[in-house]
């Protein structure tokens, strides 16, 4: 079953309504973010996508995520509870509820700006080329599986 389209604005409208409901009181059913690390972590996927970031994994790291990681991360198959985190993904600091939030809000309407076809070719820094489908599975499948941690 394809999952929904972050491409779609109604999906994206859906999402962006679940981070619209949470508060920086918000509490996580599992793991060890707050509700600011987590909405940071989830613009870590769009610093990449967008070109914000610059530092990339070495050859071997690369060959590791595209052979063991890759394929976890694109399919329709949901994260399962405490998955592990990629060291780039992993937010130490305090963070700003709604800065995060209106970030990732942010990030979440140039994706529907952009469309599909922006993302026909394009390279992951993790993955090398990837299909709209595969990286919109990898978007939306992020945002599901952190929204619900949160219970939204």
Not at 42 to 66: A, S, W
């Amino acid at each position: 079953m394809a999952l929904p389209s972050l491409y779609d604005k109604s999906v994206a409208d859906d999402i962006i309504g679940r981070i619209n409901k949470l508060t920086p009181e918000t509490q996580p059913q599992w793991g060890k973010m707050d509700v600011a690390r987590m909405l940071a972590h989830c613009c870590v996927t769009y610093e990449y996508i967008f070109d914000e970031r610059n530092d990339k994994p070495n050859f071997l790291m690369k060959l590791m995520l595209k052979s063991f990681v890759k394929g976890k991360v694109v399919s329709e198959e949901p994260y399962a509870h405490n998955s592990p985190t990629g060291p780039a993904f992993i937010i130490a600091d305090a963070k700003s509820f709604e800065n995060e939030k209106a970030r990732l809000i942010a990030y979440i309407n140039k994706v529907i700006e952009k469309g599909a076809a922006f993302f026909q070719g394009k390279r992951s820094v993790s993955f090398d080329e990837l299909t709209p489908t595969e990286w919109n599975n990898m978007m939306y499948k992020h945002l599901n599986h952190h929204l619900t941690q949160f219970g939204v």
